[in-house]
């Protein structure tokens, strides 16, 4: 089972910020946080991650709880192509986990 | 172009027909993944890869077989094909110290 949970789908005006939660109540501490998107049938494209401080690069932003049970992914400024289903996923870094799952992620739809 | 390139991007075939889906990874990743992907639902993993050699079964492994024989390439084998493996398949691949990295996708359609 995907060790995180996500809303199915969300709203988000153009030219404002886009707020995607996710879950990951069960994360060990040496699991790190990933997000990539999906738009349409395309592979996913990765987009940030972080263990537990707060990251950001040209695309996003991440911010994870104190207690690490949840982060937010901010997209600063959502445009249309910004539509996609977002995944939110919880893997260890340099370590030997095997299997790598993914919930069914987030909807987001831009809207002018 | 360094990535993850996955061959055929579309294949149509007929029920009971078999064929092998191939990953190609030239970065070195030792981790190797096949998904699926149905219309409107999220990425299912089928089998997985930790090194040469070795497979192992994801969340939904039946119906489809795999094979790494070497470190670069992850192929994935339907022997018996079935509509119920109408899908988009996706590959990546990971080493320990990167995010995955994801193909394009094939396209499979079986009548």
């Known amino acids: 089972d995907a060790k995180t949970t996500q809303p199915p789908s969300m709203d988000c005006a153009e030219g404002r910020a886009a707020n995607l939660p996710c879950n990951h109540s069960?994360?060990?501490?040496?699991?790190?946080v990933y997000w990539y998107r999906q738009i349409h049938s395309q592979g996913p494209q990765y987009i940030i991650h972080?263990?537990?401080n707060n990251e950001t690069n040209e695309m996003a932003s991440l911010i994870i709880t104190e207690d690490r049970k949840s982060s937010t992914l901010i997209l600063p400024h959502a445009t249309l192509r910004d539509t996609a289903v977002y995944y939110c996923?919880?893997?260890?870094?340099?370590?030997?986990?095997?299997?790598?799952?993914f919930g069914k992620g987030t909807k987001l739809s831009v809207k002018p | 172009n360094a990535g993850v390139t996955q061959t055929p991007k579309f294949r149509v075939l007929k029920t009971g027909q078999s064929m092998t889906l191939l990953c190609a990874q030239d970065?070195?990743?030792?981790?190797m993944y096949w998904y699926r992907q149905d219309p409107g639902m999220g990425l299912r993993l089928i089998h997985y890869s930790v090194g040469e050699g070795t497979t192992a079964k994801g969340e939904v492994p039946d119906g489809y077989n795999v094979s790494r024989l070497k470190k670069q390439n992850f192929l994935l084998g339907l022997e018996s094909a079935a509509p119920s493996q109408t899908s988009v398949y996706f590959c990546a691949s990971l080493t320990t110290d990167s995010p995955p990295t994801f193909g394009s996708g094939t396209r499979l359609t079986v009548v």
């Open positions: 069960t994360i060990s501490g040496n699991e790190y």
């Open positions: 972080g263990l537990k």
């Open positions: 970065m070195n990743h030792e981790y």
């Open positions: 996923i919880v893997r260890a870094f340099g370590g030997s986990q095997g299997n790598l799952i």
